[in-house]
C-alpha cells in the first residue's frame, strides 16, 4: 500500500487507487499518517474536522469517517482505536512524505560532505515527489496546522538542490527557475542570494546587483530590516568581481551513466543504486526546450460557451479539468478549444497524447510517458525503462514549469495518474467512464447535448449560413435526428455542404426513418456507428447483453423494475446494471420530484445501434 500527501491525499494498493469520501476522510487519513504512529486523540481530530466549534454529533461523525476509512483501506491498513483516540501503523507501506525526508536528509548530507553529484540527484528526486501543494484537499484547520512546515521542508530542499547545482557549475540552467522561486519568495535570502550567484556566473553582473538591491528594499519595506551578513558579503564579492568560482563544476563525458531506477515512496534506497537525475541533468532533458504537440483546434468550433468557461477557470485556479460525456458529444473539440485559449498562459509549452490506440485500445501510461520524454529533450537512449521511472523523470523535468497537458480518449483514472505533472502544469483529460472523476484535484466538466440554438449554429458554419437559414423547420428536424450530438450534426451538416444539390429538407427526409438513420451519419472517417460500437464493445460481455435487452427493447424511460422484467433480474441487479450503463456514458438517469424511483433513457441514435446491433446477433445465430 502506498500514501501519498505531496499534493492530494491519497492511497493506492496493489497498484489501484482507493476510493476516498471526500475532504474530511482525507482530512482523517493525512492526520493520521502524519502523527507517525502516535495517537491521535478524539478530541484533536474533532478539532482538525471543524475548528474550535464543532457540530452536534461530531464525535458520532469521526467514528463514520475512521469506520468507512478502515472499509476503504481494506485489510493491514494498522488504523485501531487506542483509548480516545486513534493511531495508525503503516509498518513498511509506502508513504511519500517519509520518503521526502529520508531522501532530503541523505542530500543534505552529501552536500555537506562534498559529494555534489550525489547531493543534486537525492535532493531531485525528494523534490520530483510533490505533485503539487501538500494536502491541497483537506480542510482549512489540517491545512493550515500542518502545511507551513510542509512547504518550509519543501523549499529547504529546493535551496539545497540549488546549492548542489551552483557547484557542479549549472548556474546557467539555475537562473529562470530561481527568477520564479525569488518572485514567489521575495525575503528568502539563500535563495536570492542563489540567484545572484547564477547570475553573475553566467556574466550578468548588473542583473546580479539588481536582484540585491530589489532585496534590501523589499526588507527594508516590508519587515523593517537590512540584509543579513551572508548577503550582504555576497554582495561584495558580487560588486568587486571576487566570487568563487563553482566547488566541483561538471565536466560532460559521454561515458557517465544515466541514473535509471527509482525506488516508490516509502521505500528504503539502497546504498549506491541510482536516483532520478534533476531537471536537465544526466537524462539529456534540454531545459530550453518548449514543447508544442498541442493539434489545432477545430476551426469552426460553435457553442460550449458555459462549458469552455468552467474548464479554463479551473486550470486558471489551479485545478485540473476532466471533460467527460457520451460518444459524440465533443469531448475532444471542447478540450482542444480550450487549450487553444489558454495557450499562452503556459509559456513553457503543452503536451498532448491521444491515450486510445488506434485499434480501441487503452494506450499503456508507460508509452506516453516516452513520448512526452523525449518531446521535453530527454536523449531516447537514455529513456528508463520502468514506469515509475519515467514518471519521477517526467515529473522532474516539469518541476518548476508551466506546462499544459491535454490526455484525450482516457479509459480510466489509473491509466491518467502516472501522467499528471502536477506543480504548476495543468492537465485537460477527456474520457467518457465514470472513474475519471476521482481523479483528485480535478473539475468535472460534463458535455450533453447542444441546444437548439448551439445545434443550428453548428450546422450553419459547417454548411453555410443560407442553407440553413433556408428552411429552419428542417434544419431543426435533422439536429433532433441527431439527438443534438456534435459528431451527428458535424456529418450532416457535411453533407450538405459536399452535395450543393440537396437541401436541408431532402437531408430531413432521407434521416426520418429510423432503419437507415445511421447508416447516412457517415462522412469519410466520422462515423456515429462505428463511434458508438468503439464504446459498447470495451463493455463487459454481461454488461454489452443487457445494453442491447435494454437499448434495443426497453421502453423509452426505464426504471429498475422495468429492466428487471427484461432482464429477468432483481431490482436490486437491474438497477446497479443500469448505473454501469450511466457511468459508461451510453444511458442517462434522473430522479423526478415526488418520485422516489430513478429514472433512465437512453438517446435515440444509441436505441438505433442497440437495434441494429441485436438485429445482426438474431440473424448470426
Known amino acids: 500500500m502506498d500514501f501519498t500527501i505531496l499534493g492530494p491525499v491519497s492511497a493506492e494498493t496493489g497498484g489501484r487507487p482507493v476510493a476516498l469520501d471526500g475532504g474530511k476522510q482525507r482530512t482523517v487519513l493525512a492526520a493520521l499518517l502524519l502523527a507517525r504512529g502516535k495517537v491521535m486523540t478524539d478530541e484533536r481530530l474533532t478539532t482538525l474536522l471543524w475548528g474550535w466549534e464543532p457540530p452536534a454529533g461530531s464525535t458520532n461523525q469521526l467514528y463514520t469517517y475512521v ?73 482549512p484547520q489540517l491545512a493550515e496546522a500542518e502545511g507551513p512546515r510542509l512547504e518550509e521542508a519543501r523549499l529547504s530542499a529546493l535551496e539545497l538542490h540549488t546549492e548542489a547545482a551552483l557547484a557542479l557549475g549549472r548556474h546557467a540552467d539555475a537562473v529562470p527557475g530561481l527568477t520564479r522561486q525569488v518572485t514567489l519568495h ?23 546587483l539588481a536582484v540585491y538591491e530589489e532585496g534590501r528594499r523589499v526588507l527594508a519595506e516590508d519587515l523593517g530590516i537590512d540584509p543579513g551578513p551572508a548577503l550582504r558579503a555576497l554582495h561584495q564579492d558580487v560588486l568587486t568581481g571576487t566570487l568563487p568560482a563553482p566547488a566541483a563544476p561538471e565536466h560532460p563525458s559521454p561515458a557517465r551513466p544515466a541514473a535509471t531506477s527509482v525506488r516508490l515512496p516509502g521505500a528504503a534506497h539502497a546504498p549506491g543504486a541510482p536516483l532520478p537525475a534533476a531537471p536537465a541533468s544526466g537524462y539529456g532533458g534540454r531545459p530550453g526546450l518548449v514543447p508544442a504537440l498541442l493539434p489545432a ?34 469531448k475532444s473539440a471542447l478540450a482542444l478549444r480550450a487549450a487553444e485559449l489558454c495557450r499562452a498562459e503556459f509559456p513553457d509549452g503543452q503536451l498532448h497524447a491521444d491515450l486510445r490506440t488506434p485499434a480501441g485500445g487503452p494506450r499503456t501510461p508507460g508509452e506516453v ?10 536523449d531516447p537512449v537514455r529513456l528508463p525503462e520502468g514506469l515509475d521511472e519515467r514518471v519521477q523523470l517526467y515529473r522532474t523535468l516539469l518541476a518548476g514549469r508551466r506546462m499544459l497537458v491535454v490526455l484525450d480518449n482516457a479509459d480510466d483514472d489509473a491509466q491518467v495518474r502516472p501522467l499528471l505533472p502536477g506543480g504548476d502544469s495543468r492537465t485537460v483529460v477527456t474520457g467518457t467512464r465514470a472513474p475519471l472523476a476521482s481523479l483528485e484535484g480535478t473539475r468535472l466538466v460534463r458535455t450533453g447535448p447542444m441546444t437548439p440554438r448551439e445545434a443550428l449554429g453548428l450546422m450553419m458554419t459547417v454548411a453555410g449560413p443560407g442553407r440553413i437559414t433556408d428552411d429552419l423547420e428542417s434544419a431543426a428536424r435533422i439536429a433532433e435526428f441527431c439527438d443534438r ?7 450532416a451538416a457535411a453533407r450538405l455542404a459536399a452535395r450543393p444539390q440537396w437541401t436541408a429538407a431532402r437531408l430531413a427526409a432521407r434521416l426520418e426513418p429510423e432503419e437507415r438513420r445511421l447508416g447516412e451519419l457517415r462522412l469519410g472517417g466520422l462515423d456515429v456507428r462505428a463511434t458508438l ?54 444511458a442517462d438517469g434522473w430522479a423526478t420530484d415526488g418520485d422516489s424511483r430513478l429514472r433512465y433513457r437512453f438517446a435515440g441514435l444509441v436505441r438505433l445501434y442497440a437495434r441494429e446491433r441485436s438485429s445482426a446477433v438474431l440473424l448470426a445465430a
Open 369 to 378: 510517458l516516452g513520448w512526452f520524454l523525449r518531446a521535453l529533450g530527454t
Open 533 to 586: 460500437a468503439g464504446e459498447v464493445d470495451r463493455l463487459p460481455a454481461r454488461l454489452r447483453h443487457a445494453f442491447g435487452v435494454l437499448a434495443a427493447a426497453g421502453p423509452v424511460d426505464l426504471t429498475a423494475a422495468d429492466a428487471a422484467a427484461l432482464l429477468g433480474t432483481g431490482a436490486d441487479e437491474a438497477e446497479e446494471t443500469l448505473e454501469q450503463l450511466t457511468d459508461a456514458r451510453l
Open 485 to 491: 450530438s456534435p459528431l451527428a450534426l458535424r456529418i
Open 297 to 330: 483546434a477545430p476551426g469552426d468550433f460553435t457553442g460550449r460557451e458555459e462549458e469552455t468557461a468552467e474548464i479554463l477557470t479551473a486550470l486558471r485556479t489551479g485545478q485540473d479539468a476532466v471533460v467527460t460525456g457520451a460518444p459524440g458529444t465533443g
Open 67 to 139: 469506520s468507512r476509512l478502515r472499509t476503504r483501506l481494506g485489510a493491514g491498513h494498522g488504523l485501531e482505536r487506542i483509548g480516545s483516540g486513534y493511531r495508525m501503523d503503516i509498518g513498511d507501506a509506502g508513504f511519500d512524505w517519509a520518503a521526502f525526508r529520508r531522501l532530503a536528509d541523505a542530500g543534505g548530507a552529501d552536500l555537506t560532505a562534498g559529494r555534489y553529484e550525489d547531493a543534486e540527484r537525492r535532493l531531485g528526486a525528494a523534490l520530483a515527489l510533490w505533485r503539487g501543494p501538500a494536502l491541497t484537499d483537506v480542510t
Open 186 to 208: 521575495p525575503v528568502r535570502e539563500r535563495m536570492r542570494g542563489q540567484l545572484m550567484t547564477a547570475l553573475f556566473r553566467s556574466g550578468r553582473q548588473a542583473d546580479a
